[in-house]
């Protein structure tokens, strides 16, 4: 009789995994990216304080997970490509819709060489916030909020029952810190600090959140 | 299928201190990420000797009641408690006896001997091959990170009171970088005439 298996260990010798438990979530005057900070080789927790929320525009990031290799040089290219962008087109910045294609673009076509699932997450005046998930397979999926990771699957409930439409700023925050709460408590995978970044008309906001004030969120 | 001694992840450790021995271990049970149980203590007793034990939790429990079995059926025998020092030899012949299908599990053994008061540790593979050390003993998942802290942590004979202090933070530190250890602490301090067992306040990630 099968079992059921789950390979946590996927990557190549001595490669380095984003564990993770990462979301994104569009609200009533933007988009807010979450992340834990746990970067683990095998079981050993190799940083605890990573950063998983990647720039790629002024206003568009990202939140990685899979291989951090594999996400680290993906993001690169399609910050190259989003920069010739804004150059070829007098300064015009590129949508959010225009950044997620290109990381479909090369999660798809590399699909048998990658290991990453990303999250893009964007602002700009005309759309508002933006969420686009790239899962393994380098399809794209528009939502109004995503979550991803080895962590996701544990609040894949709390989260459906608990997202409103158009919430505050403080509400946003405050959704994520307790989703990303649960997912870093029940997955060994994820795990350190809850950081965010906060995309709206005024600006980027970065947040941090240390395990005393999570953990009981 | 994953390797037995890391589906359910969890960390122990011993010590010897001045006329003192103290072991610890975490409290988490989990199949492989997910964790299940931030409840699961590692480290039993049977009389004044104690056990921790790590590995493959199915094991851990089996080993534990075997033991049990073992040590009572000794009492009624021997009309007096088991001293580590048999209660050691003891865990090497058991796990030797399964050589060929053995118990995936990683035993720690600490007490004092009643009679000379000598603190005593060992530690021992899956297969019964005995570790006599003088100054600290590992076993789990978090074993690398816990030999850094130890051998770097670790001074000959301190007091019971500094003794806690040492070995709480060899165990919460090693298994914060163990991404299948920790959900909680519980450290056990033996001397001639008490135990204080204390549960540590760690983090839950």
């Not at chain 1, 095998?42 to 951090?68: E, F, H, M, P």
């Not at chain 2, 299928?1 to 989990?30: E, F, H, Y």
């Not at chain 2, 004092?112 to 590992?138: E, M, Q, Y």
């Not at chain 2, 060899?170 to 067992?197: E, F, H």
Request: hydrophobic share 35%.
């Amino acid at each position: 009789m099968d079992a059921i298996n789950v390979d946590i260990n996927h990557l190549k010798k001595g490669e380095v995994s984003l564990g993770t438990s990462i979301m994104a979530v569009t609200f009533k005057d933007g988009v807010i990216l979450g992340a834990d900070s746990r970067t683990t080789t095998g079981t050993y927790i190799a940083n605890r304080v990573t950063d998983k929320l990647t720039q790629i525009q002024d206003k568009i990031w990202c939140c990685r997970s899979g291989s951090a290799a594999d996400t680290q040089a993906v993001a690169d290219i399609v910050k190259y490509h989003l920069q010739m962008y804004k150059a070829n087109n007098n300064g015009k910045s590129p949508s959010t819709k225009i950044a997620a294609s290109i990381f479909q673009e090369l999660c798809y076509n590399n699909k048998d060489n990658l290991s990453a699932g990303i999250i893009c997450a964007g602002y700009d005046e005309k759309n508002g916030g933006e969420v686009y998930t790239i899962p393994l397979g380098g399809s794209l999926h528009q939502h109004e909020y995503a979550i991803s990771g080895s962590g996701s699957v544990f609040i894949y409930g709390y989260c459906k029952k608990n997202y409103k439409p158009n919430m505050t700023k403080d509400e946003t925050v405050n959704f994520i810190k307790t989703s990303l709460s649960q997912a870093i408590k029940w997955d060994g995978s994820s795990g350190g600090v809850i950081r965010m970044i906060v995309l709206t008309k005024s600006g980027i906001e970065r947040l941090l959140f240390l395990p005393d004030e999570y953990v009981n969120a | 299928m994953s390797d037995p001694s890391s589906i359910n992840g969890g960390t122990a450790v011993a010590m010897v201190g001045k006329d003192c021995v103290a072991i610890a271990c975490d409290m988490r049970l989990g199949s492989q990420s997910l964790g299940v149980s931030n409840n699961f203590e590692k480290v039993f007793n049977y009389g004044h000797v104690y056990l921790g034990l790590t590995g493959l939790a199915t094991d851990v429990l089996t080993v534990y009641e075997d033991f049990r079995m073992k040590t009572n059926l000794y009492k009624m025998s021997e009309d007096r408690d088991i001293e580590p020092e048999s209660f050691a030899n003891l865990v090497s012949s058991t796990l030797y006896q399964r050589r060929f299908g053995p118990w995936f599990v990683g035993p720690l053994v600490a007490g004092l001997n009643s009679k000379t008061g000598k603190p005593f540790i060992c530690g021992f593979d899956f297969i019964g091959c005995i570790d006599f050390a003088k100054d600290f003993v590992v076993s789990g998942t978090a074993t690398d990170q816990l030999y850094g802290m130890c051998e770097s942590l670790y001074e000959p004979n301190l007091e019971p009171e500094d003794l806690f202090e040492t070995i709480s933070q060899a165990l919460l530190n090693a298994a914060d970088r163990d991404a299948l250890s920790g959900w909680g602490a519980v450290v056990y301090v033996i001397t001639k005439d008490k135990v204080v067992k204390r549960y540590l306040k760690s983090r839950q990630d």
